[in-house]
C-alpha cells in the first residue's frame, strides 16, 4: 500500500517558494516565488533581493530614511525574480506560488507573461494602496488569485540520509 502522508502539490511548490525565500540576504523580509507550469513542472524560482552583480555588502538594507539609503530602490521581488529566472520564456497559463500577495509592480510582470493563478499564504497589506491597485489589475486580467490553507502547519528538512 502507498504511503498517506505524502504532501500535496500545493504544499510541494509552496514549499519550494518558502526554501527559495531562504536565500534573500533582506534582514527583514524575505519571500520566495516558485513558477509551475500547466504539467506541474516547476519553470521558474525566485527571491527577493539586489540584482546580479550589485553588491549585498554596498547597498543598503534599510526600510527607512531617505529613499536612494533604503533598500526599495534597489531590491527586486521573488516574484519578478522567478519570472526572470525561468527556464522557459512561455509561462502562459502557469501558476506562481509566492508567501505574500504581490505588489503592484509585480502584478504587472505576472500579467505580462502570462500566469494565470497565483496562489499565496499571507495578503498581510491588503488594503494598502499597492495591493488594491494590484487585484485591480489582476482581476481584469482574469488572473485566479487562491489564498492556500495548507493541511499542515510545517515540513520539516533533514540534511541527514540513512543508508
Same mark, same amino acid.
Given at each position: 500500500?502507498?504511503?498517506?502522508?505524502?504532501?500535496?502539490?500545493?504544499?510541494?511548490?509552496?514549499?519550494?517558494?518558502?526554501?527559495?525565500?531562504?536565500?534573500?540576504?533582506?534582514?527583514?523580509?524575505?519571500?520566495?516565488?516558485?513558477?509551475?507550469?500547466?504539467?506541474?513542472? #516547476?519553470?521558474?524560482?525566485? =527571491?527577493?533581493?539586489?540584482?546580479?552583480?550589485?553588491? @549585498?555588502? &554596498?547597498?543598503?538594507?534599510? $526600510?527607512?530614511?531617505?529613499?536612494?539609503?533604503?533598500?526599495?530602490?534597489?531590491?527586486?521581488?521573488?516574484?519578478?525574480?522567478?519570472?526572470?529566472?525561468?527556464?522557459?520564456?512561455?509561462?502562459?497559463?502557469?501558476?506562481?506560488?509566492?508567501?505574500?500577495?504581490?505588489?503592484?509592480?509585480?502584478?504587472?510582470?505576472?500579467?505580462?507573461?502570462? #500566469?494565470?493563478?497565483?496562489? =499565496?499564504?499571507?495578503?498581510?497589506?491588503?488594503?494598502? @494602496?499597492? &495591493?488594491?491597485?494590484?487585484? $485591480?489589475?489582476?482581476?481584469?486580467?482574469?488572473?485566479?488569485?487562491?489564498?492556500?490553507?495548507?493541511?499542515?502547519?510545517?515540513?520539516?528538512?533533514?540534511?541527514?540520509?540513512?543508508?
Amino acid at each position: 500500500m502507498k504511503r498517506q502522508d505524502y504532501i500535496s502539490w500545493d504544499e510541494y511548490f509552496m514549499g519550494v517558494a518558502l526554501l527559495s525565500a531562504d536565500r534573500s540576504k533582506d534582514p527583514n523580509t524575505q519571500v520566495g516565488a516558485c513558477i509551475v507550469n500547466p504539467d506541474k513542472k #516547476i519553470v521558474g524560482v525566485g =527571491y527577493n533581493g539586489f540584482p546580479s552583480g550589485c553588491d @549585498d555588502d &554596498v547597498l543598503p538594507w534599510d $526600510r527607512e530614511g531617505c529613499f536612494l539609503d533604503t533598500k526599495y530602490p534597489y531590491v527586486c521581488h521573488a516574484e519578478l525574480n522567478a519570472i526572470l529566472n525561468s527556464i522557459s520564456r512561455d509561462l502562459k497559463g502557469s501558476t506562481i506560488y509566492v508567501a505574500l500577495f504581490p505588489c503592484n509592480e509585480c502584478a504587472k510582470a505576472i500579467i505580462q507573461a502570462g #500566469i494565470k493563478e497565483i496562489v =499565496y499564504l499571507s495578503d498581510k497589506y491588503d488594503g494598502t @494602496d499597492s &495591493v488594491i491597485a494590484s487585484k $485591480r489589475m489582476l482581476n481584469q486580467a482574469g488572473v485566479s488569485l487562491r489564498k492556500l490553507e495548507p493541511g499542515r502547519k510545517e515540513i520539516t528538512i533533514s540534511f541527514v540520509v540513512e543508508a
